[in-house]
């Protein structure tokens, strides 16, 4: 019990709030997270890969289930390849592909035979298409795909000497990764990684290359378990040099891939700080792409909720000095991601809120909270009540000489009983440091001015006990003139 | 019981007598059916009447009987089960729950409101998990078609998800909105349209539309609880339903749901009000989402203020719509929708005036029904009041647009106190009204003095004050124009830190004299303006006006102030009390000159509201009052305590004997402060009443603990020998108290100050034969219930013993109950539990009881306890260097700890009367870090070499350090 001497008072890491993502949401799932599964709708533009020999590359002769069923089944090659095209088609339209009712056809291991097929190109081309386009429905859908047994087949068209052929594996590949922990990890197990990584070279093509990246950033994705460590580990370095690339959707699949890596434990924080990947994303967060900068925010938001030395990490690569832009976003979603890491910082040392303070933060912070969205609002409201929790009293006397009180005070106003409760709980921590100082009256005078008092007033019939007991608290302690 | 008809009539008899006005009947029948609770079948039989009886009336008693019956025992308690046991059996709960819906909905609306009530608080016990059905069975009959059933089935769904907007979100709550979504938010929906559409195909059916409307009230109601928490997917998927509908049920008008009505809101009202309410929350909340829709209402809404009339029945919509725009004027994004210098100035002059008016409501509530105006007025419950949100509406526009609406609101400011100019009889409200603007609206920041960046000069309030203000309040004429009289002394109030302090003195006078206005306002405003400025803070943390300032008025003050509870319709005036309480507290000695005619006046009073106290504050300051009068007195004079003793005893006697519940305890807390000033021996008036307050009946009342103890703490500070020697056999009877204080978790830390005063205070051969039993009852409850908050106490009871009677003594008495207790107790309790103890007196107990267990108990040195030598120093050092471990146990969350536990009786409910910080240790011990030192010094004399060599093979290193630092500071060394 004696190791408490050191940090006496204060435990770090209660006050840090990590995002505990509620398990359960009633909103929509966000529109600016990343797509979990794609289907393959559009027509490559050159079908160069069809033999010549047929009726031309672009005409694909509409068939019916039943002679699907019986091309496919059958032992003619042309008629086998004509069937899987038509069944490729029919799950490559706009519109309510017919996904279940072909899994009922019970074509899939049929599918995952012709993968096998290694002199018809077009054949295995074709079948890899129908499986991604399968894996890309639900999870039922996918279950199909992996029950057929594709995984060993598709990993082993990575090695396929036809570059059309790879992607469409990697592509399937991504959409089974992307389905949950359980066939990610199947395909972790079936050894994905060393051939997903080979085909990353400075020659790939673009286009490729984002695939894989798509891929290799659902590998990382999902808790429940995490992905593996080694893992983790052979992927981190390909992705770090991915994200050096210039293309915007290779760069935002990266981050998203960090993204994952880092909304976890400090040990797994700590993997992608080493790979010195801090600088380059404060580098992205400045863009002025909302695609890129979701991901970057949130992936270097997850690094500060790790310990103080992760935090300083991120401070040390300049994320203090984007931070004000962030704030000031026009998309409400991006403030509240900003809002979030400050809040964050704000929960370190004394140190990082000094540095926070030094850095320009306050009046942006100020602003936010006066006329931000009312989610980043929220996050602003934590913000000051780590600062008060956290800081020195000077740090609180500049907290409060930034003119952060005024809007603070009118949050109290909110629709939100967690929101209040904080405020009281950092008017609270105020009047302590006030004390400190003996400034318990001029505080008290400071509250009345700005009709704070009015305000907590009115809690005390707040329907909520406990805002109803602080606000009460409050009151009692210092405005009851008793 | 049985559910027969013999017992439905006995209930039914019952049931009849609760509702008789007679006390002497009314009494025993609650009694007897608070008895009877418990039993099988009672609330079936309850059930059954409300449906079956013949008579009305019964039905309705029945029903609220039942709904309290279910508020008070549905809830099973946790962890207090010891004290309260489950009074329902499962298969009553299985049911009830069996049969309440289709009841409530069969039955008639009196009743179905108590059966929803009861509902929702069963729903919030057993809902979703205990009661999967509810749901489903509820939903099921928006298909009836019957609306009076859709009704009891919408009211009942509003009262059980309300909670949801003002809970705290957690994985629980959202996961049963999104159970309670899942299942209703689609059929909420299609009813809505089809309620709408059954109103345009009824339109000209007056009591069709009447039940229509309530529903689309009560499913208002419901979309703003279920979108409360966050927007939930299926409200955002049909925004578009309902809000065009909300939109077109703004705009809507129908001559049928008119109301003659001039203060009750209609159905139409209603409805609008709870749609602006909506608007807010999405606004709010979810602006992003909502953005398309934002402009369309604040047009709706706009045109709904300027056609809306001043009666009081559009109070509640005209507050909503008017905080509907100030929520969103303020936002960035919306600001073009206000720029326009035209619609700033007609939202100011046809939005914000009219309703900052002085109406005829405000005049009648002003003569007619003080209390209620000035309820509104002064304590800031006027959220819901047209002036309220028209001030916050200003306040919102002024974040973008200060500089027109300021100059918009000045101009109107002059143009009114001239108006006022020509003809004050008759224009007297457009003053109120100027005078309202400039209390609301000015900003009471002071800009040089604290930084704050604020501009909003209204007008220069000194200016105002001393031109507008002041001029009003020197009139001859105390009685007339009485509401700018309010208004003028509200000024004071409001301004009182922006107003220089020679105006404030200026102004004492002036408020005095109006203490004698005949309107209740008025006075009453001049009593609480005194109190305030009495309780303002100058330099130096005294108080702003000092007593000598105040020496020339001290006799017209007390004279008014008294006189002023003579007023009709003040006598129990609680400002006019609280101010008197004020002036005695800064006037001091000052006021002793008058305390025979204020004392006497103010035991007429005690007796007077003694017969039916009705006032719970006007009492306190009163009790308070005499707290003060005492406390002045006797500070000056001690004599002078038999004097208060002979006026107040009589009427206390009465109290007692009359059993007034609400003021007992503040009997016995002035008791105690009057026992305290005695400096002798206790008087023998004071030890007749003592074996009186050990009845255990007096101690069955909770309110009645805490002063008791503290009365029974100051007999035995005063009087523990005179108890010894004349009252010996009394001490069973005060350890009976501490026995039934200590079995309850509640109280448990009552009956450790009352122990910790019997061996502070009483002469230790008294209490000798009971100190076994003393210790066996504590490990009793240790054993039953070991709660954190009993474990401090404790701690601090067995250091002060140690202190009192020696380490040596308190080993023994533990290795008496058992051997190796002493031990155990050390290993168990003390070394691992230490660091909870909290407050600086009792933690100091802790550490000097600690020191002598470590160096002046011999079996510590030389028995298998050695040992534990090191790790209990170690605990001591850590009492000393680290922070108090305030971490409760989970399970402990829920036990009722108002009162945090220490050795003083924390409770303290007349601050006056308060006990002053005691110290039992404060002789014998200044430091206890430096008696620690000097102790092991002592005992490293005695043995040579022992401690040196314990400490430096097992104390921990930062540990040592801190206690080499004690040493140094002693200036001592071990041997």
Redesign the interface.
């Known amino acids: 019990?004696?190791r408490?001497?050191k940090n006496?008072?204060k435990d770090a890491a209660a006050l840090r709030m990590q995002r505990v993502e509620?398990?359960?949401?009633?909103?929509?799932a966000k529109k600016d997270e990343q797509i979990l599964k794609r289907r393959n709708v559009s027509l490559p533009v050159k079908d160069e890969n069809v033999p010549p020999g047929q009726n031309g590359t672009h005409e694909i002769i509409q068939l019916s289930l039943e002679e699907i069923v019986e091309g496919i089944n059958g032992n003619n090659p042309k008629l086998q390849l004509l069937a899987t095209q038509a069944t490729r088609k029919m799950l490559s339209r706009q519109k309510d592909p017919p996904i279940t009712q072909i899994i009922q056809l019970g074509i899939i291991p049929r599918m995952v035979e012709f993968l096998g097929r290694a002199g018809n190109a077009a054949l295995q081309f074709e079948a890899a298409w129908v499986l991604t386009n399968v894996a890309s429905g639900t999870s039922e859908h996918a279950r199909a795909v992996v029950d057929g047994g594709a995984i060993p087949a598709l990993i082993s068209l990575l090695s396929s000497p036809h570059m059309h052929i790879s992607e469409q594996a990697v592509w399937a590949l991504g959409n089974l990764a992307g389905d949950g922990p359980l066939y990610r990890d199947v395909l972790i197990n079936h050894d994905v990684i060393p051939p997903l990584l080979a085909l990353v070279s400075p020659v790939t093509p673009v286009g490729f290359l984002r695939n894989i990246t798509w891929t290799l950033s659902n590998l990382c994705r999902n808790k429940n378990p995490y992905p593996p460590l080694d893992a983790v580990h052979k992927i981190l370095p390909v992705l770090i040099c991915l994200i050096q690339h210039e293309d915007k959707e290779i760069i935002t699949d990266c981050c998203w891939a960090l993204c994952y890596l880092t909304d976890s434990s400090n040990d797994r924080i700590q993997i992608v700080v080493d790979m010195g990947v801090l600088p380059r994303l404060v580098e992205l967060l400045a863009s002025m792409n909302v695609m890129v900068m979701t991901p970057a925010l949130r992936a270097t938001g997850n690094v500060v909720t790790g310990t103080d030395q992760q935090t300083q990490a991120a401070i040390d690569a300049g994320v203090l000095a984007v931070l004000p832009r962030l704030l000031r976003h026009s998309r409400?979603g991006i403030q509240k991601e900003a809002a979030w890491m400050l809040s964050n910082i704000a929960a370190g040392s004394s140190q990082q809120i000094q540095q926070l303070i030094t850095c320009g933060l306050l009046p942006p912070l100020v602003e936010l909270l006066?006329?931000g969205?009312?989610k980043a609002q929220k996050e602003g409201v934590w913000v000051v009540a780590n600062i008060t929790t956290g800081g020195t009293v000077d740090q609180v006397v500049e907290l409060v000489?930034s003119?952060v009180l005024?809007p603070l005070l009118n949050l109290l106003s909110?629709?939100?009983?967690?929101t209040i409760?904080i405020i009281l709980d950092t008017i609270s921590n105020l009047f302590l440091a006030a004390e400190k100082l003996g400034q318990t009256?001029?505080l008290c005078?400071?509250l009345?001015?700005?009709?704070g008092v009015?305000k907590i007033?009115?809690l005390q019939?707040?329907?909520?006990n406990?805002?109803y007991r602080a606000a009460l608290n409050i009151i009692e302690k210092y405005f009851s003139?008793? | 019981m049985e559910l027969s008809d013999a017992n439905l009539q006995t209930l039914t008899e019952y049931l009849k007598k609760t509702l008789d006005p007679d006390p002497a009947i009314r009494r025993p029948a609650e009694k007897f059916l608070e008895s009877v609770e418990g039993s099988q079948n009672y609330p079936l039989l309850l059930l059954t009447l409300l449906e079956k009886s013949q008579e009305n009336v019964i039905k309705v008693c029945a029903s609220v009987t039942f709904k309290n019956y279910i508020k008070r025992n549905w809830r099973i308690v946790g962890i207090l089960v010891e004290d309260e046991p489950n009074k329902i059996c499962e298969s009553d709960r299985i049911a009830i729950k069996a049969n309440i819906v289709p009841l409530m909905l069969s039955s008639p609306e009196q009743i179905q409101k108590q059966l929803s009530d009861a509902i929702s608080i069963i729903g919030r016990e057993d809902f979703p998990q205990k009661w999967p059905d509810l749901l489903t069975e509820m939903v099921n009959r928006f298909q009836s078609g019957d609306f009076h059933v859709i009704n009891g089935v919408l009211r009942t769904a509003h009262s059980l998800f309300k909670r949801y907007r003002h809970e705290f979100k957690s994985n629980e709550l959202w996961t049963e909105i999104k159970l309670v979504l899942d299942a209703f938010a689609l059929p909420l929906t299609n009813l809505f349209k089809a309620t709408i559409e059954l109103c345009s195909t009824h339109a000209n059916d007056a009591s069709a539309l009447k039940v229509l409307f309530s529903s689309l009230i009560l499913i208002a109601k419901l979309f703003y609880s279920l979108n409360f928490q966050d927007l939930p997917e299926f409200f955002e998927d049909n925004m578009e339903t309902w809000m065009t509908n909300f939109h077109s049920l703004l705009t809507l008008d129908n001559k049928l749901l008119q109301t003659d009505d001039e203060e009750e809101a209609g159905l139409l009202e209603l409805l609008k009000s709870q749609i602006c309410d909506n608007a807010a929350l999405y606004a709010q909340k979810y602006d992003e989402e909502f953005q398309p829709y934002l402009p369309r209402f604040v047009t709706a809404i706009w045109n709904l203020l300027v056609t809306t009339g001043q009666e009081v029945k559009y109070d509640l919509l005209v507050s909503n719509a008017i905080q509907f725009l100030a929520s969103v004027c303020e936002r960035p994004h919306y600001k073009h929708l206000f720029e326009d210098q035209n619609t700033l100035t007609s939202i100011c002059e046809k939005v914000i005036v009219p309703n900052m008016e002085f109406r005829a409501a405000d005049e009648e509530a002003f003569e007619d029904n003080s209390e209620e105006y000035i309820r509104r007025d002064l304590e800031g419950s006027d959220i819901d009041t047209r002036r309220r949100a028209a001030c916050d509406l200003v306040r919102g526009l002024c974040k973008f647009f200060e500089g027109p609406v300021t100059g918009i609101f000045s101009g109107y400011v002059n143009s009114m106190l001239q108006e006022y100019a020509k003809n004050p009889s008759v224009n007297w409200k457009h003053k109120d009204a100027a005078i309202y603007l400039v209390t609301s609206l000015a900003s009471k920041a002071q800009t040089q003095k604290h930084g704050i960046t604020q501009a909003n000069e209204l007008v220069n309030l000194t200016e105002f004050f001393v031109n507008h203000i002041q001029p009003d309040l020197k009139s001859a004429t105390v009685n007339e124009f009485p509401v700018l009289k309010a208004d003028g002394i509200k000024y004071i109030m409001i301004f009182r830190n922006q107003v220089p302090k020679e105006q404030l003195l200026v102004s004492i006078p002036l408020l005095i004299n109006h203490l004698q206005a005949e309107s209740i306002v008025v006075h009453t405003y001049a009593a609480h303006a005194l109190e305030r400025l009495f309780t303002m803070r100058g330099t130096n943390n005294t108080t702003l006006i000092t007593a000598a300032e105040m020496a020339p008025f001290v006799e017209v003050l007390l004279t008014n102030l008294f006189k002023a509870l003579t007023l009709p319709g003040s006598s129990e005036n609680e400002y006019i009390m609280k101010a008197i309480m004020r002036s005695f507290s800064l006037l001091q000695e000052s006021i002793i000159p008058y305390i025979p005619s204020v004392i006497t006046q103010l035991t007429q009073k005690l007796l007077a509201v003694s017969k039916n106290p009705s006032k719970p504050h006007f009492n306190h300051y009163m009790f308070e009052s005499i707290c003060l009068s005492i406390r002045i007195t006797c500070k000056a004079n001690p004599e002078a305590v038999g004097s208060f003793e002979e006026a107040l005893f009589l009427v206390f006697t009465e109290i007692l004997q009359n059993d007034v519940q609400e003021f007992i305890p503040y009997v016995f807390q002035v008791m105690s402060l009057l026992l305290e000033m005695h400096k002798n021996e206790i008087p023998s008036s004071y030890m007749a009443l003592f074996p009186h307050l050990l009845q255990p009946v007096l101690w069955e009342r909770t309110g009645n603990i805490p002063p008791l103890v503290r009365l029974l703490q100051a007999y035995l500070e005063r009087g523990a020998s005179t108890i010894a020697s004349a009252a010996a056999d009394k001490i069973p009877g005060l350890l009976g108290v501490f026995q039934k204080l200590i079995a309850s978790k509640a109280n448990d830390h009552q009956g450790f100050y009352l122990l910790n005063s019997i061996i502070e205070h009483m002469p230790p051969e008294s209490v000798d034969q009971y100190r076994k039993q003393i210790f066996i009852l504590l490990f009793q409850r240790l054993q039953n219930s070991k709660t954190t908050k009993f474990i401090k106490s404790f701690l601090v009871f067995i250091n002060l013993y140690c202190i009192r009677y020696g380490a040596l003594a308190l080993q023994e008495i533990f290795d008496s109950i058992q051997p190796k207790m002493f031990g155990m107790v050390l290993e168990k309790i003390i070394i691992p539990e230490i660091q909870k103890v909290s407050g600086q007196v009792e933690k100091k107990i802790c550490a000097v009881g600690i020191t002598k267990i470590l160096t002046e108990c011999p079996p510590m040195m030389d028995t298998e306890y050695t040992k534990l030598w090191i790790p209990l120093l170690q605990a001591l050092i850590g009492l000393f260097e680290l922070p108090e471990d305030d971490t409760i146990p989970d399970e402990e969350h829920f036990i009722d700890i108002e009162d945090t536990p220490g050795y003083q009786t924390a409770f303290s409910q007349l601050a006056f009367a308060g006990k002053k910080e005691h110290d039992p240790v404060g002789q014998m011990v200044n430091n206890p870090r430096i008696h620690l030192a000097q102790s092991l010094h002592k005992l490293s004399t005695a043995c040579p070499g022992r401690v040196l060599s314990m400490l430096s093979t097992s104390l921990n290193a930062e540990a040592l350090q801190y206690l080499q630092g004690y040493l140094q500071a002693a200036s001592v060394s071990l041997l």
């Open positions: 019990r004696m408490k001497f006496k008072g509620m398990s359960v949401m009633l909103r929509k409400p006066d006329k969205d009312f000489r003119g005024k909110a629709k939100d009983s967690k409760l009256e001029k005078l400071l009345e001015e700005l009709n009015e007033e009115d019939n707040h329907e909520n406990i805002v003139g008793e």
